[in-house]
T-cell receptor, first 112, second 113 residues
Framework: NAGVTQTPKFQVLKTGQSMTLQCAQDMNHNSMYWYRQDPGMGLRLIYYSASEGTTDKGEVPNGYNVSRLNKREFSLRLESAAPSQTSVYFC???????????FGPGTRLTVT | EDQVTQSPEALRLQEGESSSLNCSYTVSGLRGLFWYRQDPGKGPEFLFTLYSAGEEKEKERLKATLTKKESFLHITAPKPEDSATYLCAVQAANNNAGNMLTFGGGTRLMVKP
């Protein structure tokens, strides 16, 4: 039982490049989330998927897109990376949106 | 707007020296308050959920309590392995954004042997 897994662990991009962060959970959870964590800003919600087939914006969605591929997988895409997107990205899942969330190990992204 | 403030930002303790971490919050109707532990380079690890004032939860050396304005994480006789950043988050009852969590900035706890 791996919980929430994320790939890659580290990534360096140049401004304007695109990439997709992958997330998968094996806990049969319905809801999944993408956060970013920045020093002094805490954890902020980018997008979430309350259930398979739905996605919604969180607090800081600009510059990102998401896809809920199936119940297990939720990806985050940066179409044209900017230095302001340098951050640590965490995926999380929960049984439903009102339940406690379980986090993955994170992806450390640097945009130069 | 929901707000969560954690204090202190950093806390240094000697092994065995008990203390408390504070999480003050303002929220338009509390659905739940969550405590997480985060080790360097890792994702937050869920510890507790508290739903109503007066509720308490315990796990090993940790005890979380809740009032209408704040939550405390009491650490009894801490050990070096308790060193981590402790995060508090609230979830509003009338939050339309997927029951979004609002996180505090965290308290970095360092326990010296």
């Amino acid at each position: 039982n791996a919980g929430v897994t994320q790939t890659p662990k580290f990534q360096v991009l140049k401004t304007g490049q695109s990439m997709t962060l992958q997330c998968a959970q094996d806990m049969n959870h319905n809801s999944m989330y993408w956060y970013r964590q920045d020093p002094g800003m805490g954890l902020r919600l980018i997008y979430y998927s309350a259930s398979e087939g739905t996605t919604d914006k969180g607090e800081v969605p600009n510059g990102y897109n998401v896809s809920r591929l199936n119940k297990r997988e939720f990806s985050l895409r940066l179409e044209s990376a900017a230095p302001s997107q340098t951050s640590v990205y965490f995926c999380a899942s929960s049984l439903w949106t009102s339940y406690e969330q379980y986090f993955g190990p994170g992806t450390r992204l640097t945009v130069t | 707007e929901d707000q969560v403030t954690q204090s202190p930002e950093a806390l240094r303790l000697q092994e065995g020296e008990s203390s408390s971490l504070n999480c003050s919050y303002t929220v338009s109707g509390l659905r739940g308050l969550f405590w997480y532990r985060q080790d360097p380079g890792k994702g937050p690890e869920f510890l507790f959920t508290l739903y109503s004032a007066g509720e308490e939860k315990e796990k090993e050396r940790l005890k979380a309590t809740l009032t209408k304005k704040e939550s405390f994480l009491h650490i009894t006789a801490p050990k070096p392995e308790d060193s981590a950043t402790y995060l508090c988050a609230v979830q509003a009852a009338n939050n339309n954004a997927g029951n979004m969590l609002t996180f505090g900035g965290g308290t970095r706890l360092m326990v010296k042997p």
